[in-house]
Each structure stands twice: as structure tokens, then as C-alpha cells.
Nanobody
């Protein structure tokens, strides 16, 4: 069972990045998928989530700027981040949650740095 996140990097404020998270070893389509982030000295927070039926929810701070999507045949979830701000700088983690069993699976994190 593995979640492999990628796509992080250094970008200027106002720029864009797309994060990807490829899952293996799970029945991807039955999991709710989410992106969390953790900035230095701050707790991990939910950024965006997408459940099995493509219903999405977002943190207020990213609404209108970030878009989460999933490709079930590719076992991959994406986070498109536009209009990035220095406050978006954090390690971004991919999460898979099984609503029936309560199992949570975490990826290794990918660093996003937004310069002002």
C-alpha cells in the first residue's frame, strides 16, 4: 500500500503548480482522497478533499484558487493550485481515507515553497 506524491517545488507568488498522488495497493475508487498541508510550526490542516462521488470540499483559504480532482482508472488524485501565495508554503501530504473501515493512509509529502 503506497501513496506517492509529486509535483512540489519553488514558485513565485501568483504562480501555479499541480500536485499528483498515485496510489497503489488499494481499491482506489472506494477511498475518499484528500490533500493536507503542514507549515513550519503549525498543525497539519486539510486543504481539499474529494469523496467517491466527486463531491469536493475545500479550506476557506484556498477556495477559488485550488482544485482537487481524481482519475480512478489511473489511481491518481490531483491538486491544481493557482494564484499561489507565500502563505501556501508547506509540505503537502496526500491522504486516502476509507469511510467504512476508518483506515487512513498517508503519502510521504511534497514541499511547496512560494516566494514573494
Amino acid at each position: 500500500v503506497q501513496l506517492q506524491a509529486s509535483g512540489g517545488g519553488l514558485v513565485q507568488a501568483g504562480g501555479s503548480l499541480r500536485l499528483s498522488c498515485a496510489a497503489s495497493g488499494i481499491i482506489f475508487s472506494i477511498y475518499s482522497m484528500g490533500w493536507y498541508r503542514q507549515a513550519p510550526g503549525k498543525p497539519r490542516e486539510l486543504v481539499a478533499a474529494i469523496i467517491r462521488g466527486d463531491t469536493t470540499n475545500y479550506a476557506d483559504s484556498v477556495k477559488g484558487r485550488f482544485t482537487i480532482s481524481r482519475d480512478n482508472p489511473k489511481n491518481t488524485v490531483y491538486l491544481k493550485m493557482n494564484s499561489l501565495e507565500p502563505e501556501d508554503t508547506a509540505v503537502y501530504y496526500c491522504n486516502a481515507h476509507n469511510n467504512w473501515s476508518g483506515i487512513d493512509i498517508w503519502g510521504q509529502g511534497t514541499l511547496v515553497t512560494v516566494s514573494s
